[in-house]
C-alpha cells in the first residue's frame, strides 16, 4: 500500500499536500481499495469558505457514497475538473491525478493536527 511520507493524513482517509497556504486533498490509496471503483466526484462547493471537518462533496463508488470533510478550514480555489470524466484517475493515481481539491487555509495552525505517515499506517493497520 502506498503511503507517502511527506503527505499529511487525515482518520477519515484523506491525504493533505500543503505548499504555502494552499494545501491540495484527495483520498488516500487506502480509501480508494476499500470504496472500489470509484464512478464520480461531486464537489459543489467551489469558491466557498468551509470550517475543519464540514462536507465538501462525495465520492460515488459502485458499492457506496462517501462524504469527503475538509481536513483544513478555508476556501475552496480549485476542484479538479478532470474527475468529471475520469473519476477513476483516484482509484488509479490517488496522489496524483486523482486529487480533488485545492484549499486556501485560513488557519496554518490546523495542519498541527494532522496525521503524519507512521501515525496513519498504524490508523489502518499497515
Known sequence: M???SELKY???HEWVKIEGDVATVGITDFAQGELGDIVYVEVETLDETLDKDEVFGTVEAVKTVSDLFL???GEI???NEALEDEPEQVNSDPYGSGWMIRIKISDPSEAEDLLNDAAY???IGA
Do not use: A
Open 2 to 4: 502506498n503511503i507517502p
Open 10 to 12: 487525515t482518520k477519515d
Open 71 to 73: 481536513p483544513l478550514s
Open 77 to 79: 480555489i480549485e476542484f
Open 121 to 123: 499506517k498504524e490508523l
